[in-house]
């Protein structure tokens, strides 16, 4: 046991008078207390190592004092056995017990609730959940009150005092542990012959880094994977839920919002955490357009590509350039796309700028047109890699 | 009586072998101080083992699996719906499995208590200084705990793979992609390739059911062995000193506590998760990359984080070809990392500055460490503000505040709220030292007025009781910085001079200023400033002059 007072353990060792673990065991620990220790314990602690705080310390102490080692197991009582208050605890002994009769039935009824009630639909699952989650805080919430009446009502107070030392062990100590230390050392002949040591470290580099090796087929290397998506040229846009293509004609209601996905990809959760796009239909006039698109070169940022829309439908990427979530909240009113998990804003009518909140970039713009039987495609991929970013965007 | 012989039986049989009749005999009587702060700990330690027994009970049905299903089980709304086998087989613990709802949530009740707790019990050891030497290794194993129990909690939230923890997961994604060069590696290596693929409710599955809580485990025991080994420190009080422990032994009054208070917590959880629901999965529905709600929110412990990423202003480089995304990895890493970094370092900043390096057992109360107890609150209003900011749409929502305010009040209120909760503090605790030297000097107030000979009036003061007087003189003294001992125009000892040491004394004044304790701390010494006539005894009984001791007593009881 770890506790430092314990008889045996150097600390505990002090001269001249025995400690009081030690005079019940008729002082035979001193024996295991290294000399050095011994003898470099200052002298004093006139008083035994422990003592009882009430009644008064001062008689207990002066009680063991004159005994010193001679003193009998009878004579000394740290823990008195009766009650503070015996009238009090008869009382008491009654409510504690039955605290414990109720917790025990209490205890049953959880038994024959888990019987008698069963799952398997909400209603059912809410009263199963309500007896049994009952139940169990009421024999939980009863053996723990029963408990603390009993230590607080009939377990008579007492209050002892331990003596602390000093976590430091003595210099004697100490120059004993360096002298065991060293002299193993020098058995080893670990110092004494360095090229044993020097390939012994060199051989655990090697051990040290293998296992970091084994890691690498965890996933595979990022490569270009982040720079782009499912989208490419001719790929319908799928409603989201649906499953189903979409036209010009039939999106025609303004300010509304649709989630759509590539066709093909719909239920590929990989493909889709980066190609879901949020369609926008607005009113003619709402929309502040940039230059048109070159093929190949940059879009203006904070303006909407005009030739890449379709009768004011627009389409930006859905995941958010701080973090990834969906950016799925839209204010109609203001045209605001607001991300709700850190609440970068982002206006619909000016090419999804930034407009509050931690997201650096705008929603990147998906080129959109209408295929020969009047459904929405895409026209080509996203020009610039969607989501969050990361270190080899440039 | 047959049972004491059959426990003299098992008794015997085991010292036989074990040899442990001396060193258990000791542990029966080893002494624990009481006061109810010290309970916080052991709430953590027993939501921890309600974690360990309600967690494995979930995992006889929990499949860790990503694979696609289509869910037919008894939760009505969802049949027919995709979804992967770890939210079905979670709808199926809470739906068909009986207990199984209570369990979980039971579960998730006992981990917001566990990171509850532990918040908690840290501010204790802290205010009270019991980190102080020789239990800073303690401080620092319950720094890395916490920081386990976070991980711990966001990995086991993330299992059930719905709506609400799989935007967990993304937004954990888009930090790990953010890191300078590893980044985008890190996050394939950890996910398996892209978001989120097949690999990642498995790998985490495996770190929170055995990796972290057996982190968990053995830092516990070795946090509670040197809690045990160095004995547990104790607040000041009658014949309590620096080298004694006073309180009541092991057996049998702090097992039954103990065990009482085991029924308590779990208890407590039990009503929690009766009454109050928590995380109800199949509301959230399964996860899907296109779909989120308004009013996310992530559990409590890790709301500052949340809230540090909502309230960075966006900041972003691209350099030498690489995007530095400092809006996403500074929030992540800086305020996290100056709490934890800052509570691991105090100790002992803390010690160089003040050059205390002897062991300290009696507690401080907080208001005799007014630097301290102010820098505490200072860290706990910046963890606060970043936390509160967590959950702001919430807070617009409800107090009918613009979105972006709340947000804009966070970015001030994180640099300024400390500082005015540093100043507010230290002065609060100055003056509670000054109300507590006012005690010492003058004695309590009776309320009973006396008309001296000469016709004054005055108010009857009693001398402190001895127990308050060992509380309020009780003070960790300090020892002196050796330049102060120094005498004015002397040249410096080495340590003291140049910038470091110009440093170390500025701190020195900040951390050692106090209210010093009267010159005689003599108990109270009855009327007015009847000092004098008390001839300052130390314990403040006997010399105390006629007609303000025991005669006070009893014409306060009359009132």
């Not at chain 2, 939501?47 to 089980?73: A, E, R």
């Not at chain 2, 194993?141 to 966001?154: D, K, P, Q, R, S």
Request: proline share 8%; net charge neutral; aromatic share 10%.
């Amino acid at each position: 046991m770890s506790d430092t007072n314990s008889p045996g353990q150097p600390d505990s060792g002090n001269s001249g008078e025995l400690s009081w673990p030690e005079y019940l065991t008729g002082g035979e620990s001193r024996g295991a207390v290294p000399p050095g220790a011994q003898a470099a314990e200052p002298e004093g602690h006139a008083a035994p190592h422990r003592v009882i705080g009430t009644p008064p310390p001062a008689v207990a102490r002066k009680l063991l004092a004159a005994d010193g080692g001679g003193i009998s197991r009878e004579t000394v009582r740290e823990l008195p056995a009766e009650p503070d208050d015996p009238r009090r605890a008869k009382r008491v002994e009654k409510l504690v017990a039955a605290c414990f009769l109720v917790a025990g039935l209490a205890g049953l009824a959880f038994m024959v609730f888990y019987g008698t009630i069963g799952v398997g639909s909400i209603t059912n699952v809410l009263h199963s959940n309500l007896a049994l989650g009952g139940s169990m805080a009421l024999m939980f919430l009863l053996l723990g009150i029963g408990t603390v009446l009993w230590v607080r009502h009939l377990m008579p107070t007492v209050e002892l005092a331990e003596d602390r030392h000093p976590m430091a062990a003595t210099p004697q100590e100490r120059a004993a542990f360096k002298e065991t230390f060293q002299e193993g050392a020098e058995a080893s002949q670990f110092v004494k012959r360095p090229i044993i040591r020097r390939s012994l470290i060199a051989a655990t580099i090697p051990m040290a880094v293998a296992p970091i090796f084994l890691l690498r087929d965890m996933g595979p290397l990022p490569g270009t994977s982040l720079d782009t998506t499912v989208w490419r040229k001719g790929l319908r846009l799928l409603v989201y839920g649906t499953g189903r293509p979409i036209s010009a004609a039939e999106f025609n209601s303004p300010g509304a919002l649709i989630s759509v996905g590539p066709e093909g990809y719909l239920d590929n959760d990989n493909a889709m955490a980066k190609a879901a796009v949020s369609l926008i239909k607005f009113r003619p006039g709402e929309l502040v357009y940039g230059p048109p698109a070159r093929p190949g070169g940059p879009s203006v940022r904070d303006k909407v590509v005009p030739n890449w829309t379709v009768d004011n439908i627009v389409a930006y990427s859905k995941i958010c350039t701080h973090l990834g979530c969906p950016a799925a909240l839209y204010e109609q009113t203001t045209h605001r796309i607001l991300c709700p998990c850190h609440q970068s804003t982002f206006l619909a009518t000016e090419g999804a700028k930034v407009i509050f909140g931690p997201a650096t970039r705008p929603l990147p713009q998906l080129p959109i047109g209408v295929d020969s039987e009047g459904y929405l495609i895409a026209t080509g991929p996203f020009n610039e890699p969607v989501g969050p970013s990361f270190w080899e965007r440039s | 009586m047959s049972v004491e012989r059959a426990l003299e039986g098992v008794g015997t049989f085991l010292d036989d072998r074990l040899h442990g009749a001396r060193g258990v005999r000791v542990l029966l009587r080893k002494v624990f101080p009481d006061h109810w702060s010290f309970l916080l700990g052991e709430i953590i330690l027993y939501s921890f083992i309600i974690l360990l027994l309600t967690g494995t009970f979930l995992t006889l049905w929990f499949q860790p699996s990503m694979t696609d299903v289509i869910y037919h089980g008894s939760y009505i709304p969802l049949r027919g719906v995709r979804m992967s086998e770890a939210y079905a087989s979670t709808l199926n613990i809470s739906f068909d499995v009986r207990g199984g709802l209570l369990m979980r949530e039971i579960h998730h009740w006992a981990a917001d208590l566990f990171m509850a707790a532990i918040m908690a019990h840290m501010i204790r050891v802290f205010f009270t200084g019991a980190y102080r030497k020789p239990r800073e290794i303690n401080w620092l194993i319950g720094i890395v705990l916490f920081t386990l129990g976070m991980f711990e909690g966001l990995f086991g939230y993330s299992l059930p793979d719905d709506l609400l923890s799989g935007a967990g997961l993304r937004i954990t994604e888009g930090i790990l992609q953010s890191l300078p060069i590893v980044g985008t590696y890190l996050a394939f290596f950890l996910f398996g390739g892209p978001f989120p693929g097949h690999e990642i409710i498995p790998r985490l599955y495996i770190l929170h059911v055995l990796v972290i809580p057996g982190l968990i485990l053995a830092l516990v025991t070795v946090h509670l062995f040197l809690m045990f080994h160095q004995k547990h420190t104790q607040m000041p009080g009658k014949g309590r000193t620096n080298t004694n422990v006073v309180g009541s032994p092991m057996y049998p009054y702090f097992m039954a506590k103990t065990g009482a208070f085991f029924f308590f917590t779990f208890a407590a959880l039990a009503l929690a998760a009766t009454f109050a629901q928590i995380n109800p999965i199949w509301l959230y529905g399964p996860y899907n990359p296109v779909a989120m709600s308004a009013g996310s929110q992530p559990d409590f412990y890790m709301g500052a984080l949340e809230g540090s990423l909502r309230m960075f202003p966006a900041w972003q480089w691209v350099m030498f070809g690489h995007t530095w995304a400092f809006n996403v990895f500074v929030p992540a890493l800086l305020p996290l990392g100056i709490i934890f970094g800052g509570a691991a370092i105090w100790p002992f900043l803390e010690q160089w500055i003040t050059g205390d390096r002897s062991e300290h057992h009696l507690n401080d109360r907080p208001r005799n460490a007014p630097t301290r107890t102010a820098l505490g609150i200072a860290m706990i209003t910046f963890y606060g503000v970043l936390w509160a900011e967590g959950a702001n749409d919430i807070i617009a929502n409800h107090l009918d505040i613009s979105l972006y305010l709340t947000t804009w009040i966070a970015r001030v209120a994180w640099l300024v709220a400390p500082i005015l909760a540093y100043i507010i503090t230290k002065r609060i605790c100055l003056g509670l030292q000054r109300k507590d030297r006012h005690l010492l000097e003058h004695g309590v107030e009776t309320g009973i007025i006396r008309q001296l000979p000469g016709g004054e009036f005055i108010e009857e003061t009693r001398p402190v009781d001895e127990e308050a007087l060992a509380v309020l003189t009780s003070r960790s003294e300090l020892p002196p910085l050796p330049s102060l001992e120094a005498a004015e125009g002397e040249v410096p000892p080495p340590g003291m001079r140049g910038a470091l040491g110009k440093v170390r004394e500025r701190l020195y004044n900040v951390v050692t200023e106090s209210v010093p304790l009267p010159e005689s701390h003599g108990n109270g010494h009855g009327n007015g400033h009847a000092l004098e006539a008390v001839g300052a005894d130390e314990h403040g009984q006997g010399s105390l002059p006629a007609g303000t001791g025991t005669e006070q007593r009893g014409g306060q009881d009359q009132h």
